[in-house]
């Protein structure tokens, strides 16, 4: 799986916040968030009549855009237990046009308690994912590392519930430390070699979208991401899954 996780020499992201109205700990929670990103953040002031946003530029052009209320709502102000949890819906999630068009740039990120916010985009981008299936119907492919975390987590147990009980082709994959219980309508895929215990991937591919995010923890709570909404890169991704696992 690591070969599929390369990040891209072509592409420079740059962050831009303009900020007229919000607390300014706010654009520093938005840096720190990517300090170790291969993703350049700076700051412009703007005068108080106009709506503060974070702006996202590939390659100097403006690629995507968002309000910075949103961002804070969806990452900056939660943790990962609002998604975890199912605290809010799948429908109801705000998902960042700035955070999903940042593909192919390879992330190096760490769960709690090393760091409180890094790991979320990651959350937040599978829960993307898990929602395209669930809209447009095709395959999903998702591993756990240990299958149990499909079933601990009721949010995801809710999300794969409902993809199962759905038009979706739904996969699992992990150790085989809990097994789903009969009735529920997902393929499970269970394994010990290190594809099923470090990979952390999230696979939708259908005849009207395709999306995946592919990640590996390199040490314990430290991982290599990136996702990608290519098409032919993620026929390419669900192959190897499908072939290998």
């Not at 170790?36 to 106009?50: C, H, I, M, N, Y």
């Not at 199912?86 to 740039?105: H, K």
């Not at 981008?125 to 975390?149: D, T």
Request: with cysteine.
């Amino acid at each position: 799986m690591n070969q599929h996780i390369a990040g891209t020499d072509d592409t420079e992201y740059a962050l831009v916040i303009e900020n007229a109205d919000r607390p300014s700990l706010i654009g520093q929670m938005i840096e720190d968030m990517f300090t170790r990103q291969p993703v350049e953040v700076d700051t412009k002031a703007l005068s108080g009549d106009e709506q503060s946003r974070l702006i996202l530029l590939n390659n100097g052009r403006i690629a995507a855009s968002s309000p910075l209320q949103e961002i804070e709502s969806s990452l900056l102000l939660v943790n990962s237990d609002r998604y975890i949890t199912g605290a809010v819906s799948l429908e109801n999630i705000e998902y960042p046009d700035v955070i999903t068009a940042l593909t192919e740039a390879q992330f190096r990120l760490q769960g709690y308690p090393e760091s409180n916010k890094e790991k979320l985009i990651l959350v937040l981008i599978s829960r993307y994912i898990e929602r395209l299936s669930y809209e447009h119907g095709g395959v999903h492919r998702a591993s756990f590392q240990r299958l149990s975390r499909l079933l601990d987590e009721s949010g995801t147990e809710s999300v794969y519930r409902r993809l199962g009980d759905a038009d979706v082709d739904t996969h699992v994959y992990g150790v085989p430390d809990q097994v789903p219980p009969r009735g529920y309508n997902v393929k499970i895929h269970g394994g010990y070699m290190c594809d099923y215990r470090n990979s952390w991937f999230v696979v939708h591919q259908s005849e009207t979208a395709a999306a995946a995010l592919m990640a590996i923890e390199t040490a314990p709570n430290e991982w290599k991401a990136e996702w990608t909404f290519n098409p032919n890169k993620v026929a390419t991704i669900n192959e190897v899954i499908r072939t290998n696992l």
